[in-house]
């Protein structure tokens, strides 16, 4: 069993910041990619940035710029600054990695969401 965790959402104003944390825990794995999505109300959920087991990353045209994705491999957690929020940043932001669980295939794990919005 295999838990994603995320903090850090919240209400900001326009301009502001926020930081999220995603930590995964459970049984033995190993991760490849984390990265974070979001879906806003009445929307598709869609790719915000991602970061290999390479330290690669790559952001939706949007938010680049402004949000910063980092790993941290040793603590098995992923991380999104979000800096100068905008109101179309509003939506919850889902945590997502791809691993390997001992004993099954390389699979995407989701967790359970934190809501940001971004109004004055």
């Known amino acids: 069993q295999v838990q994603l965790v995320e903090s850090g959402g919240g209400l900001v104003q326009p301009g502001g910041s926020l930081r999220l944390s995603c930590a995964a825990s459970?049984?033995?794995?190993?991760?490849?990619?984390m990265g974070w999505y979001r879906q806003a109300p009445g929307k598709q959920r869609d790719l915000v940035a991602i970061?290999?087991?390479?330290?690669?990353?790559n952001y939706r045209d949007s938010v680049k710029g402004r949000f910063t994705i980092s790993r941290d491999t040793a603590k098995n957690t992923v991380y999104l600054q979000l800096n100068s929020l905008k109101p179309e940043d509003t939506a919850v932001y889902y945590c997502y990695a791809r691993m390997t669980v001992t004993g099954s295939a390389i699979q995407g794990y989701w967790g359970q969401g934190t809501q940001v919005t971004v109004s004055s």
């Open positions: 459970g049984s033995t794995f190993t991760i490849y990619t």
């Open positions: 970061v290999t087991s390479g330290s690669n990353t």
